[in-house]
């Protein structure tokens, strides 16, 4: 059966969005070959992006923090587009200066070893390359935001962390006079992929209440933030111990790998998980988002109902994250454990992420033209905001959810986009507008259902 000329068209539409994404891949490769200026022959030259979406990421996120803080910028946090364009021209500026100072201390280290030839031009060469490489990156980030599939900030940013799992893998498998063949990796390899793809189910399970009707809570409710932070602060009694010798006791005990670094790393972790889980989910923010849903029974208690759905969510992210804690302790490869352990978890999981979120709306497009209308920053609200426009007979569908549910809070750049067809872009963002409004008042007023809950 041959397609139609509209469907036809629909299906080029499609493939030229993925050949555009495929292409802004490859182009941030060809930028990462290109060297920085004035680097002396016989050094390591890290290239112009050797500062990676760093510097934009950190914006974003320090941002963010400030407006958290300030109640006249919180305010315009879930405003609307034209709310958050305010804030991403300060968190362009804040990378704009973040980039120039890391890429200074990066020409500074270089001239001081002596691969960068100390003089005022080659160095100040050397500088705008590299603050502008962040730059570069961003532009194929909007790029693919207009022209492509799914966010261009994801995109590069599981490119980078894909790159990163390939690399620690084959650093792995070349090390010289390492007592493993590639056969012996095979165990921490099947224990890595099926964390992943607990991950991946669970990133497609969304936690409901059990025995009501109501939309879901996305997984994991706490992000993958408790993967990352409890390692990183282990590591602050080694770092401060030159610094303060009485420490080197507690450097010792917590020294990585070690039993008490391990049973550490999992306390801090799990209690992560219930502390974010509950500020990401407040009930009062999760209440509010289910208001006059269609799914929610009439005189429904909403906050009842939100609390159940975020238990059930916590606990079932807790056992995600056991799950990951507990693979270097099975896993006793230790010349290898990177392949199996937190980071190689991380980096894979969010490839999955993003391959979701491309598989997603390549699905979505099937039925036509889309126009971006809302961009929103809490996970937890991109189901019932689909299900609100549906019930107004507006097809909709959401981009990049199931990355943002990994990174929630700290992932600014990268929104929740809701796109409708054009010619209902205009009712679709009169909806969004009274369904939002709280968001501008609520600091003098207080949220409606739930009091002062109020989620990041």
Not at 25 to 45: E, I, M, N
Not at 297 to 318: E, F, K, Y
Not at 366 to 394: N, Q
Request: hydrophobic content about 60%.
């Amino acid at each position: 059966m041959t397609a139609g000329p509209q469907q036809a068209n629909v299906h080029d539409r499609r493939w030229r969005r993925a050949i555009i994404t495929v292409a802004a891949l490859a182009a941030a490769w060809l930028l990462g070959q290109l060297r920085t200026p004035g680097w002396s022959p016989g050094f390591y030259d890290p290239g112009t992006l050797a500062l990676g979406l760093a510097p934009i990421i950190s914006g974003f996120v320090l941002v963010e923090l400030a407006a958290l803080a300030v109640p006249a910028w919180d305010a315009l946090r879930h405003a609307g587009p034209a709310a958050r364009a305010k804030l991403a021209v300060a968190a362009h500026a804040v990378a704009a200066a973040l980039a120039v100072v890391q890429a200074y201390a990066v020409a500074r280290y270089a001239t001081d070893v002596g691969a960068l030839r100390d003089a005022a031009a080659p160095r100040a060469a050397a500088i705008a390359t590299l603050a502008v490489g962040p730059f570069l990156l961003a532009a194929l980030a909007r790029w693919v935001d207009a022209r492509g599939l799914t966010n261009g900030f994801a995109l590069l940013v599981a490119w980078t962390a894909g790159a990163e799992l390939v690399g620690g893998y084959s650093s792995a498998l070349s090390l010289p006079g390492m007592p493993f063949s590639p056969a012996s990796l095979a165990l921490p390899v099947l224990f890595l992929a099926a964390t992943v793809w607990l991950f991946g189910w669970a990133l497609r399970s969304p936690a409901r209440p059990r025995g009501a009707s109501a939309p879901a809570i996305p997984m994991p409710a706490c992000g993958i933030t408790p993967l990352s932070v409890p390692a990183a602060a282990l590591l602050l009694p080694a770092t401060l111990s030159g610094s303060w010798p009485a420490l080197r006791p507690l450097a010792e005990a917590l020294r990585p790998g070690s039993n008490a670094s391990s049973a550490a790393e999992a306390v801090l972790a799990l209690a992560l998980v219930a502390v974010l889980g509950v500020l990401f989910n407040r009930s009062g923010a999760v209440a509010r988002a289910w208001n006059a849903l269609p799914a929610v029974p009439a005189g429904a208690d909403l906050v009842a109902l939100a609390r159940a759905a975020r238990r059930r969510a916590i606990g079932r992210s807790a056992l995600l994250v056991a799950a990951v804690l507990a693979v270097p302790l099975v896993v006793r490869v230790w010349s290898v454990v990177w392949v199996s352990g937190q980071r190689a978890v991380v980096a894979a999981v969010v490839v999955v992420a993003v391959a979701l979120d491309v598989a997603r709306e390549w699905r979505a497009r099937r039925a036509g033209a889309f126009a971006a209308v809302w961009p929103l920053h809490r996970a937890l609200e991109a189901e019932p905001v689909v299900a609100r426009l549906a019930a107004a007979g507006i097809p909709a569908f959401v981009r990049g959810s199931a990355f943002r549910a990994l990174y929630q809070f700290f992932a600014p750049y990268a929104p929740v986009v809701v796109f409708v067809p054009p010619e209902r872009a205009e009712d679709a963002n009169a909806i969004l507008r009274r369904a939002f409004a709280s968001e501008r008042g609520g600091a003098a007023a207080g949220d409606q259902i739930g009091g002062r809950a109020r989620s990041p």
